[in-house]
């Protein structure tokens, strides 16, 4: 069974960081990509960061470019996503989200439960 | 960007009845769209990719068309389980984009 379990959600002040994890297991980690997606209370779904299987290749949002950066760790089966600089209006549940294939113009399959990342002053 | 417009943005409905939503792609992205479920509190579930290919366990009163820009999500036969909010989305191009959401609430 396929899993995916965020972690390291919390309250932090605008300007300061955060580093989400994923940890997945139920599948060949190292051969999916993988990415972040956010939903801000109330509000709708919207990508933040896609990462191919080798982390060869990366692509942001442009409201997180330069202060978001995704990561992953094949050996330890997990994604990462590091965030500086933040704003109130990132405040959001974060999602990972495994795609079908080895890259990222692909289609999600699954979705973590998600992490609550929450800015304000 | 592509711009994914949804409607309704909700309706209401009754168990048994058949609902159809729409989506529409700004420019033309093949049969690149997937639709996704999300109930209150929860993550969102992968119903549909391909625009038309039920993910495995989707039951077969849902379905999808279209390609190009118009592409609708059909539920045959409205259960309980099924209220909820759906998105549609498009992986053709980046950015990833995703529709406003369709509420869909008991009548």
């Known amino acids: 069974e396929v899993q995916l379990l965020e972690s390291g959600g919390g309250s932090v002040q605008p300007g300061g960081s955060l580093r989400l994890s994923c940890a997945a297991s139920g599948f060949t980690f190292g051969n999916h990509a993988m990415s972040w997606v956010r939903q801000a209370p109330g509000k709708g779904l919207e990508w933040v960061s896609s990462?191919?299987?080798?982390?060869?290749?990366?692509n942001y949002a442009d409201s997180v470019k330069g202060r978001f950066t995704i990561s992953r760790d094949n050996s330890k089966n997990t994604l990462f996503l590091q965030m500086n600089s933040l704003r109130v209006e990132d405040t959001a549940v974060y999602y990972c989200?495994?795609?079908?294939?080895?890259?990222?113009?692909?289609?999600?399959?699954?979705w973590g439960q998600g992490a609550l990342v929450s800015v304000s002053s | 960007d592509i711009q994914m417009t949804q409607s309704p943005s909700s309706l209401s409905a009754s168990v048994g009845d058949r609902v159809t939503i729409t989506c529409r792609a700004s420019?033309?992205?093949?049969?690149?769209l997937a639709w996704f479920q999300q109930k209150p509190g929860k993550a969102p579930k992968s119903l549909i990719y391909?625009?038309?290919n039920l993910q495995t366990g989707v039951p077969s009163n849902f379905s999808g068309s279209g390609s190009g820009t118009d592409f609708s999500l059909t539920i045959s036969s409205l259960q309980p389980g099924d209220f909820a909010t759906y998105y549609c989305q498009q992986y053709n191009n980046y950015p990833l984009t995703f529709g406003g959401g369709t509420k869909v609430e008991i009548k």
């Open positions: 989200a495994k795609f079908e294939s080895s890259g990222y113009y692909s289609k999600f399959d699954y």
């Open positions: 990462i191919n299987y080798n982390a060869g290749s990366r």
């Open positions: 420019q033309g992205i093949s049969t690149h």
């Open positions: 391909d625009a038309t």
